[in-house]
């Protein structure tokens, strides 16, 4: 069983999951999470002789948005306890605004009618721009998760950019083909 507390969410009801029993978080509370870490409006902060720019705000079909009804709470760096900054907390409408754009986004979006080479030429991409702004990510995945800088470079940051190339390189050779018996 795991008992933790949902990050800014001080003084409110805690998340118990008990994995044997099998009783898993809802997927609001799951999508809550994810969206709660949200993004610009921006902080700036002059960290690992660079200033790292923190956006805070949610981001929700292609816009930065504040969370409804204009919550916040601080999320803290866990190496010093210390607040890093305020970010939008998003609400069970937020999410639920977001999950409809992003499915909205996939079933008739550009994404969805694309075909899968230039679908990998975009994953690549982005793999490129994560490697070209990996010391930056690395000091805020640093900054927020309290892990060691090299860890969050070479583990966190480097084989998140390594996963992205596999996959992208998977786009166009993933095919469904029916066999003749």
């Keep these: 069983m795991c008992v933790r507390k949902l990050r800014g969410e001080d003084g409110e009801e805690e998340l118990v999951v008990d994995y044997v029993r099998g009783r898993y978080p809802t997927r609001k509370q799951c999508l809550t999470a994810l969206v709660m ?83 990998g030429r975009l994953i690549y991409k982005l793999a490129d721009l994560m490697e070209e702004h990996q010391d930056e990510l690395a000091t805020i995945e640093a900054m927020d998760s309290g892990a060691v800088y090299t860890l969050a470079l070479k583990t966190h940051v480097g084989m998140s950019i390594q996963t992205f190339r596999y996959f992208a390189g998977w786009c166009d050779k993933i095919q469904v083909r029916q066999l003749t018996l």
């Excluded at 998003?90 to 605004?97: L, M």
């Design 37 to 119: 870490n949200g993004l610009p409006s921006q902080v700036e902060k002059n960290i690992n002789n660079m200033t790292v720019k923190i956006p805070h705000q949610l981001f929700i079909n292609g816009e930065f948005v504040d969370a409804e009804g204009g919550k916040t709470y601080k999320t803290i760096n866990p190496t010093d306890g210390t607040a890093i900054c305020e970010v939008s907390l998003a609400q069970i409408s937020d999410v639920d605004k977001a999950v409809a754009a992003a499915k909205e986004a996939f079933e008739s979006g550009e994404w969805g009618k694309m075909n899968p080479r230039d679908r």
